[in-house]
């Protein structure tokens, strides 16, 4: 047994309401850079869809993840090392600009400037590539609330996939509609395939938490990892030829405090935990064969923190208490490995991904309530699982590589949730049978409802802080001295530094750790005054 920890993610989609607030702060505090322009490290996609950058699932296309070679060892989809040294300076595998869209603004100083006419000016849209003016064709939301489904609907990789298994599953017509919000961000995996992919050794897990990083002075723009990665959510910052992604605030992680697109999500439907896991079976359950076992291969590799044997490990290994006692408050470790509820995005990709996604319960309850039956009756709940609105195969191939078994049980232990704590709130006598039915006690309902519906801040980020002499090695690493964006006409330099607006050599001095502190002190109090 070798523990690690890892700092992960969970998202309950039955409370995403698409509002994206969580993709313009991301975007505010990391990409409001040049050459970042097209980059959301954070975004949210309406599903069925074709997602961003457009078709990403395709792996055939994209080459993206592992597979495994004939002898059962696993390889990059890409190629091996002489694949990548053949085309090292010409890629054919990556996402072009339209593929992506191409960013624009709006010529807003036409509409004051204009010289006097008959006609009313107008603010056209402009490249923020070149300049010049531009036809706008696609976005990073274009598939939003369902925009264009007749049109683009067919060509979500998830909706053929399922047609091939249940040909009048999935349809487009209005009345049998359905759709999901699906936020994505980098997955943080444990067995990332872009970190394989990079030549120069640029991209790295971090031992002490599992994030993943790009280090800045090692990159050399050759975009093997834009390719690797199946999520696609490595990109290229043309301005500087760096490859750049989400490094789940990694600054605010040290500190205890959530990534951003946490702190600021409407819904609260994030939760930031550690997780303890087996590194020496990583590349064991990554190697099953069947897709299909990847989900319960992945569940194998977590530990229990609350095994005397497991702590002792970790002690031994040199993770500290703290992050032990946090590992055993995850609220991630609950919905993953105690409630069972959490499914990982594309297991299939064999990347052993580190966000996961409680899958959306609500279009059942709607679906039942419009036909006039009692929408969270277990009975009926239980029974229209299977005629969801949104097929459990398509949530299947998002989540499962295709297996309905787990998906079903989620939702079943959600539904049975929910018909539980409605008995509870009007006064009821609760039927014991329905927990029984998911094997849940009535005391584990009541738990999950709690952490689901009502947690409090401290119980849906139990993040442990860097020991201080990690903190203050990993700010110091992150010295503008020691970037290599602040080169001359770099955003580095005159005002656009690596960590947004602003964060260059020029205008920001070093932001001390007891600053973190401070900021986490004025967001966690329940007294203004206190802060």
């Known amino acids: 047994m070798r523990p690690m920890a890892q700092i992960a993610m969970v998202m309950n989609l039955d409370k995403c309401i698409g509002c994206h607030t969580c993709s313009v702060t991301c975007k505010q505090a990391w990409t409001n850079r040049r050459g970042m322009e097209y980059v959301w490290f954070n975004n949210v996609e309406t ?44 890629n ?28 009313y000016p107008v603010a056209r849209p402009v ?13 990073s939301n274009w598939d939003d609330n369902l925009a264009g489904a007749p049109a683009y609907g067919d060509l979500d990789p998830m909706v053929e996939r399922t047609r091939q298994q249940a ?54 723009g050759w975009r093997m990892c834009v390719t690797g990665c199946p999520y696609k ?45 087996d590194a020496d079976k990583v590349t064991a359950a990554a190697s099953v064969k069947d897709d299909k076992a990847l989900y319960e291969a992945q569940l194998g590799v977590f530990l229990d923190p609350e095994d005397p044997e497991v702590r002792r490990a970790a002690e031994n290994a040199g993770i500290p208490y703290d992050w032990l006692e946090a590992a055993r408050r995850s609220p991630v470790h609950a919905l993953i490995s105690k409630y069972r509820v959490a499914l990982p995005l594309h297991p299939e990709y064999r990347t052993m991904p580190m966000v996961w996604y409680i899958p959306p319960l609500s279009p059942v309850v709607d679906a039942l309530s419009e036909t006039g039956h009692d929408g969270e009756d277990a009975a009926n709940l239980f029974g229209a699982i299977d005629t969801l609105r949104i097929p459990l195969e398509y949530l299947a191939e998002v989540f499962t590589a295709g297996d309905v078994a787990p998906v079903r049980a989620s939702l079943e232990r959600l539904a ?7 008995a509870l709130n009007l006064g009821e006598e609760p039927d014991l049978s329905v927990p029984a039915a998911v094997g849940m006690t009535p005391e584990e ?27 203050r090695r990993l700010e110091e690493s992150a010295l503008p001295a020691d970037c290599s964006l602040d080169y001359e006409g770099g955003p580095g330099m005159g005002g656009d530094g690596p960590f947004g607006q602003d964060s260059g050599r020029k205008l920001l001095p070093l932001v001390s750790v007891e600053n973190f502190h401070l900021l986490r002190r004025r967001q966690t109090t329940d007294d203004a005054e206190e802060t």
């Open 47 to 90: 599903r069925p869809g074709q997602g961003y950058p457009r078709r990403y699932e395709d792996q055939e296309h994209w080459r993206g993840g592992w597979e495994l070679n004939r002898r059962g060892a696993l390889r990059l989809k890409a190629g091996g090392r002489l694949r990548k040294l053949a085309g090292i300076f010409s």
């Open 445 to 471: 309902i009541e738990r999950m409802y709690r952490l689901l519906a009502i947690a409090k801040y401290e119980d849906r980020y139990v993040i442990p802080t860097a020991a201080v002499g990690d903190a």
């Open 167 to 220: 040909a009048d599953k999935v349809r487009f017509e209005f009345e049998q509609t359905f759709m999901f919000y699906l936020p994505r961000i980098c997955e943080h995996c444990l067995n990332p395939s872009c970190v394989a992919s990079c030549p120069s050794g640029a991209m790295y897990k971090r031992a002490e938490d599992g994030i993943v990083l790009v280090d800045q002075d090692g990159c050399r």
């Open 416 to 422: 049975a949730m929910r018909s539980h704590m409605r």
């Open 233 to 277: 959510k490595v990109y290229f910052n043309h301005r500087t030829g760096k490859a750049e992604k989400c490094t789940l605030c990694y600054p605010r992680i040290e500190v205890g405090l959530p990534t951003v697109c946490s702190e600021t999500c409407v819904g609260r439907l994030r939760y930031l935990g550690v997780i303890l896991y």
């Open 127 to 139: 490249s923020q590539l070149d300049g010049k003016p531009m036809k706008i064709e696609w976005s």
């Open 92 to 119: 054919p595998k990556l996402p072009e600009i339209k593929d992506y869209y191409e960013p624009w603004t709006y010529d807003y100083k036409n509409l004051t400037d204009a010289p006097l006419g008959d006609d």
